[in-house]
């Protein structure tokens, strides 16, 4: 009778554990917004990258956005480089017209967790002022180090549709006299993560997918 309950408790929490293994993984989740008032703008694209230590980019989002509402979380995974030295690059642009009239984007409640865990508060990060800046204006090729003609990082409590969210900031594209990208940069060591394991001995593989809308 022992031995068929430390059994059953063994296969429950087997189970269980299998479970919350296949919640796990390293991810990057935020919310977008207009900020109110930005009616008239045409809205802002917004692009995540990410820059391993071997040079390489890859892009990992990309979404263009022009409601003055808060997005449903977008979690993008990035378990594919989890137990390396990243470099995760936040671009803003705005638009393939280029009008950069009142675009007041907000990204908010932004961070990056490993397993559940936060790994990298990027709201706070803006706060701190600790993201690395740049801008890159369409007529050239290179980045200028620092923010010029407008452009901005900050914090910024919106609020969007009427409701703040926590830790929102703006990053505004260069407007003044100049158009182009606002470029911030945030540097961090990702955990390696171990491939989560079904209870059938499957490996079960979700990463390199955008869940959210």
Not at 84 to 108: H, Q
Request: aromatic content about 8%.
């Amino acid at each position: 009778m022992v031995r068929r309950l430390f059994a059953l408790c063994l296969t429950v929490m087997l189970s269980l554990g299998a479970s919350i293994a296949l919640a796990g993984g390293v991810e990057l989740s935020f919310v977008l917004g207009m900020k109110d008032g930005s009616e008239s703008s045409d809205g802002v694209t917004v692009m995540f990258a990410v820059e391993g230590a071997d040079g390489s980019e890859t892009e990992v989002f990309n979404e263009h956005w022009a409601d003055q509402t808060w997005s449903d979380p977008f979690v993008v995974d990035l378990s594919d480089w989890s137990g390396e030295d990243i470099t995760l690059k936040l671009t803003t642009d705005p638009g393939v017209d280029r009008n950069t009239g009142w675009d007041w984007i907000l990204i908010a409640d932004a961070k990056v967790v490993a397993d559940g865990q936060m790994v990298y508060d990027i709201g706070q990060a803006v706060a701190d002022v600790a993201p690395i800046l740049s801008v890159l204006f369409d007529d050239e090729d290179a980045e200028t180090e620092g923010l010029a003609n407008g452009a901005s990082s900050s914090p910024d409590v919106g609020p969007v549709g009427g409701e703040a969210m926590d830790k929102s900031f703006m990053q505004h594209v260069p407007w003044d006299g100049k158009v182009g990208n606002t470029i911030s940069r945030y540097e961090m060591s990702l955990p390696a993560v171990t491939a989560a394991v079904e209870a059938d001995g499957k490996v079960a593989a979700t990463w390199g997918q955008i869940k959210g809308e």
